[in-house]
């Protein structure tokens, strides 16, 4: 995006007005002091070339000011020139932009978390301790929503994984939250760092860093096998929602006259069999359902960043 805006590089301070009041075209745009920054906007001199960086900066910590209010890019001219864009490059910036600030997002929650409630300290997060201050049950009960137990672990181990790369002098810029959630699986610190170095020299995506972990513990898996299974769950599971929903199938399931011109005895018996079956495991069979579907929300969320 090759946006424009002139910016004054003259050695002279800017007159500051008295009781400047606060307006919609200041809100969120902060400096590193907090005090409210005045936007740059038809001032002349240099000028300066408004990219996603632009964007992406103030979501991952690296620039100086607070992302600033969409209202206040748009009357700066920020989005002037979007349409002359290839459609596909506005996407792909998108994305990125999305993919960035949410990984950045829930570092930083990660972070809270991890201060207020365990010091920092991944053994105390680990610890099986009953009388310890608060579990991450007990967060995800305070937190509600959306959250569930496995969002919440995985922010707490990237956010304590990112902070023993850094006191140990490793910044690794190409790694995200979906990297970092992944290497706390390697028990040994030092062989943590080394698969960290090498992603991020690599530039490895999570799915291939989550392949390496694996390998390195030894639970590599027969795909194929895999594949078959899931497909068989899911035809099957597919088949039961359409038979449920089947006004057609449901009318005869209820009418005993129609079961009975339908069945011989031996089907009968069969059928109620199978009823009676699984009845006894429908609790279960719930339960199972549920925490798949649970786990189906990490494995997609997992695939959106290797795009």
Known sequence: MDVEIDVDDSDEPAEEPENAATTDENIGVTDQRGDAADPDVNLPGQTRVLVWQDILDPLTGKAETCWKAPYTVHKEGGFKGLDKQPLELIVENIKGTFQT????????IGYVLGAHYFDMDENKLSSRNPYKDVSVNDLVRMLGGFWIRQMVTDCLKAAFTDMQLRDNGLHLGNLAFDHLRLLPRLKSRKERFKVAK??????????????????????????PEDKRIVRVVTRQLKDLNRILADSQVIGILEDKDRLGAALTNKEAGELLDN?????????????????????????????????
């Open 275 to 307: 009823c009676k079956h699984f009845t006894e495991k429908l609790p279960d069979s719930q339960k199972t359902v549920e925490e798949l579907a649970k786990t189906l929300v990490e494995v997609q969320r997992d695939k959106l960043t290797d795009y």
């Open 198 to 223: 090498q992603a991020d020299e690599e530039k490895w995506s999570p799915n291939v860093l989550k392949s390496e972990i694996n390998h390195r513990l030894g639970k590599d898996k027969t795909v």
């Open 101 to 108: 600030g949410l990984s950045h997002m829930l570092l930083f």
